[in-house]
C-alpha cells in the first residue's frame, strides 16, 4: 500500500494551517506544532526542510515565525512531499533499476512505473488551497450534523 511518511503528513498539515492563517505575521513551529499535536522539534526540522525548498519563509526573532512564499493555489502537495520525502516510487526497481537482478526480463516495471506516474500527476494537480477548502467543507457538514456542535459555537 502506498503511504505517506509521518513527515510528509506533518508537512502537509503545516502548510494547510500556514494557508488558513495567512493573514497572520507568521507563526512559529510551536504554534503550528500546537495545534495538530505533533512534537514541536521533528515539525521545526520539516518547516526548515520545506523553507530550504522555497515553500516557505522564514523570520528570525521575537515575532519570526513561518509563512507560505507562495499563494496556497500554487504550492502542490507534490513539491511538499517531494521537498521533505525526496523523488517517491511505488517500487524500488523504478528508483533503483540497476540494483535489480530482474530488470532485463522484467514484464511489470513498466506498467508501474506509468501508475507511479499517474500518482505523481494526481499530487501535482493537488493545491494546499484545496486541502483547506476540503477542511472547512468538512467542518461545516461536521457542524450541520451536529447540533450540540452547532449550540456551542453560536
Known amino acids: 500500500m502506498l503511504r505517506l511518511t509521518k513527515k510528509a503528513d506533518y508537512g502537509l498539515m503545516a502548510l494547510k494551517f500556514l494557508a488558513e492563517h495567512v493573514n497572520t505575521a507568521s507563526l512559529s513551529a510551536k504554534d503550528i506544532a500546537e495545534a495538530y499535536g505533533i512534537p514541536t522539534p521533528l515539525l521545526a526540522k520539516i518547516l526548515q526542510r520545506l523553507t530550504k525548498a522555497g515553500l516557505l519563509r522564514s523570520h528570525a526573532g521575537m515575532n519570526g515565525g513561518y509563512v507560505l512564499s507562495r499563494d496556497a493555489r500554487e504550492i502542490s502537495a507534490y513539491e511538499v512531499i517531494h521537498a521533505i520525502d525526496g523523488a517517491f516510487f511505488l517500487t524500488s526497481c523504478v528508483k533503483a ?9 522484467c514484464t511489470i516495471k513498466e506498467p508501474l512505473a506509468k501508475v ?6 494526481v499530487l501535482r494537480k493537488i493545491r494546499i488551497s484545496d486541502l483547506v477548502d ?5 467542518a461545516a457538514r461536521h457542524q450541520a450534523h451536529d447540533p450540540q456542535l452547532v449550540t456551542l459555537t453560536q
Request: net charge negative.
Open 97 to 105: 533499476a540497476e540494483s535489480c537482478d530482474l530488470h532485463n526480463s
Open 116 to 121: 507511479n506516474e499517474s500518482i505523481a500527476d
Open 134 to 138: 476540503a477542511g472547512a467543507e468538512a
